[in-house]
């Protein structure tokens, strides 16, 4: 959730969805979430206090369209035609993003007997 929605006067908005288009950009990326924790407490703290994650082996354009979309303040994430128009959309860029390692996923498709290199492939 948005940083705003966890505020007394907090708001769901067309940018807490921006948020969360950040939160599962990064997940997508990472296999994990930009903030966690098994305490509901510390990870409100997170999202409100800790700066946003970057992840270094990924372009400076992603990790600006991260940087944006996770941004704690409402006011200042892109609109529509600003995340459209963002430098990391030119050209092909999700080619160049690596998929992260999934094991409990492969081991999964091997009970399935499906050899993940092949299903990936």
Avoid at 47 to 68: A, G, H, M, V
Wanted: glycine residues 4%; aromatic residues 14%; charged residues 25%.
């Amino acid at each position: 959730m948005a940083p705003e929605i966890f505020q007394d006067d907090g708001v769901h908005s067309y940018y807490s969805d921006m948020w969360s288009f950040g939160c599962i950009l990064y997940e997508l990326a990472t296999g994990k979430p930009p903030f966690y924790t098994s305490s509901l407490k510390d990870l409100v703290n997170m999202i409100q206090d800790n700066p946003t994650p970057t992840i270094p082996e990924f372009s400076d354009e992603f990790n600006d369209l991260l940087c944006k979309l996770l941004e704690k303040e409402p006011t200042c994430r892109p609109s529509w035609e600003e995340l459209c128009n963002h430098p990391f959309w030119k050209g092909d860029p999700l080619k160049t993003l690596p998929m992260p390692e999934q094991p409990q996923f492969d081991e999964y498709l091997r009970g399935k007997g499906i050899d993940p290199e092949h299903f990936y492939a």
